[in-house]
């Protein structure tokens, strides 16, 4: 399994922004962000396609999201702007590997972060 450390996570507004970091200890073909509310299912958010190239994103955050990965300092980050209420959540990185193109799937990553809290108010 892969170390993943998250940190990054904090309390803004509505219309502001935040940068989640991912601290991983060995690289996997999908590096991915999801999310959880509490009493609700998990959500897959964003995706980093490490052996085929390419990144997914839910729909609710296209194009306020953008997920990226520094090699070099074993880091994936998810860059968060225009945040929404609707978008606090516990956020969790987690790293798999699997046959084909990575998918926004929770079962497809063995590898799981603490979390880290997105807290935006209105």
């Known amino acids: 399994q892969v170390q993943l450390v998250e940190s990054g996570g904090g309390s803004v507004q509505a219309g502001g922004s935040l940068i989640l970091s991912c601290e991983y200890s060995s690289n996997r073909q999908c590096m991915a962000w999801f999310r959880q509310v509490a009493g609700k299912e998990r959500e897959g958010v964003a995706l980093?396609?490490?052996?085929?190239?390419?990144?997914l994103y839910v729909d609710s955050v296209k194009d306020r999201f953008t997920i990226s990965q520094d090699n070099t300092k074993r880091t994936v980050y998810l860059q968060m702007k225009s945040l929404k209420p609707e978008d606090t959540a516990m956020y969790y990185c987690?790293?798999?590997?699997?046959?084909?193109?990575?998918?926004?799937?929770?079962?497809?990553?063995?590898?799981w972060g603490q979390g880290t809290q997105v807290t935006v108010s209105s």
């Open positions: 987690a790293a798999g590997t699997i046959w084909g193109r990575c998918r926004l799937l929770g079962s497809d990553y063995d590898s």
């Open positions: 980093i396609d490490t052996g085929l190239g390419g990144t």
